[in-house]
């Protein structure tokens, strides 16, 4: 018996393919404002920026619009206000609060996007309205596990008593900015692990080459679960090698 495929709102819950999942550049203040001669194009998501700058899964505009077709043809948004001119109104920071209709259920979703100054004249709006349905989508699931930091789900069995936890003393040594590229980067590997892709989320750690305290941080951010595929995979490539 052929296995029955999720329809409607249980279709949205669904994992993205991998082919769907597009990267983000996401760099500090300091790797952002460098130096012109500094940055590189980038052969990840084929933007120009600093060579170091950490890439974060995110699900595009038209793979969402797509999703949201597959599951209710005739979905809808529309903004909570209109302004006097009978347009969407947006707020004083430029963003826009709205209600996004799938299969006859709404959800509220809010979107901004900072503007630029090379910017095509409406396509700062464009990027608010992508950003509004990609927050409204997450509240019916969609591309949750690329939203969230932590694990969304845990076994109803504990960890045995014999497992040993990762100390976060390392992490506790870390400023602010250091913490949120390391929690950036155990966001990816999650992501990667989630969708089964292991030697992806090896590559991705590897990729930054982290020192040994900052690697030791990072350890503390993932559960034993992503510890143990890592280290599964790091004992796969050795074994190779040898």
């Given at each position: 018996?052929?296995?029955?495929?999720?329809?409607?709102?249980?279709?949205?819950?669904?994992?993205?393919?991998?082919h769907q999942i597009s990267k983000l550049p996401k760099g500090t203040k300091e790797q952002n404002d460098c130096d012109y001669s500094k940055k590189r194009k980038c052969n990840i998501c084929g933007g120009f920026h600093h060579p170091d700058i950490i890439h974060l899964d995110y699900v595009g505009h038209a793979a969402l619009t797509d999703r949201l077709l597959d599951a209710d043809p005739?979905?809808?948004?529309?903004?909570?206000?209109?302004?006097?001119?009978?347009?969407?109104?947006?707020?004083?920071?430029?963003?826009?609060?709205?209600?996004?209709?799938?299969?006859?259920?709404?959800?509220?979703?809010?979107?901004?996007?900072?503007?630029?100054?090379?910017?095509?004249?409406?396509?700062?709006?464009?990027?608010?309205?992508?950003?509004?349905?990609?927050?409204?989508?997450?509240?019916?699931?969609?591309?949750?596990?690329?939203?969230?930091?932590?694990?969304?789900?845990?076994?109803?069995?504990?960890?045995?008593?014999?497992?040993?936890?990762?100390?976060?003393?390392?992490?506790?040594?870390?400023?602010?900015?250091?913490?949120?590229?390391?929690?950036?980067?155990?966001?990816?590997?999650?992501?990667?692990?989630?969708?089964?892709?292991?030697?992806?989320?090896?590559?991705?750690?590897?990729?930054?080459?982290?020192?040994?305290?900052?690697?030791?941080?990072?350890?503390?951010?993932?559960?034993?679960?992503?510890?143990?595929?890592?280290?599964?995979?790091?004992?796969?490539?050795?074994?190779?090698?040898?």
């Amino acid at each position: 018996m052929s296995e029955t495929k999720p329809t409607g709102l249980a279709l949205l819950r669904e994992p993205f393919p991998p082919h769907q999942i597009s990267k983000l550049p996401k760099g500090t203040k300091e790797q952002n404002d460098c130096d012109y001669s500094k940055k590189r194009k980038c052969n990840i998501c084929g933007g120009f920026h600093h060579p170091d700058i950490i890439h974060l899964d995110y699900v595009g505009h038209a793979a969402l619009t797509d999703r949201l077709l597959d599951a209710d043809p005739s979905w809808l948004w529309e903004p909570l206000a209109l302004g006097s001119d009978g347009l969407p109104a947006f707020d004083k920071t430029g963003g826009l609060w709205g209600r996004l209709t799938v299969c006859g259920t709404s959800r509220i979703g809010y979107g901004n996007a900072q503007g630029k100054t090379y910017m095509d004249v409406g396509s700062r709006e464009k990027e608010v309205i992508g950003d509004f349905l990609r927050n409204a989508a997450m509240r019916f699931g969609a591309a949750l596990d690329l939203w969230h930091k932590g694990e969304l789900h845990v076994d109803d069995e504990p960890e045995p008593k014999s497992a040993k936890s990762v100390p976060a003393d390392e992490l506790s040594k870390q400023d602010a900015d250091t913490v949120a590229f390391l929690t950036e980067i155990a966001g990816n590997v999650r992501s990667m692990i989630v969708r089964k892709d292991v030697a992806g989320a090896y590559d991705e750690i590897e990729a930054h080459n982290l020192e040994i305290e900052l690697k030791t941080a990072l350890w503390a951010l993932l559960d034993s679960k992503e510890r143990s595929a890592i280290k599964a995979e790091a004992t796969q490539r050795k074994q190779k090698v040898d």
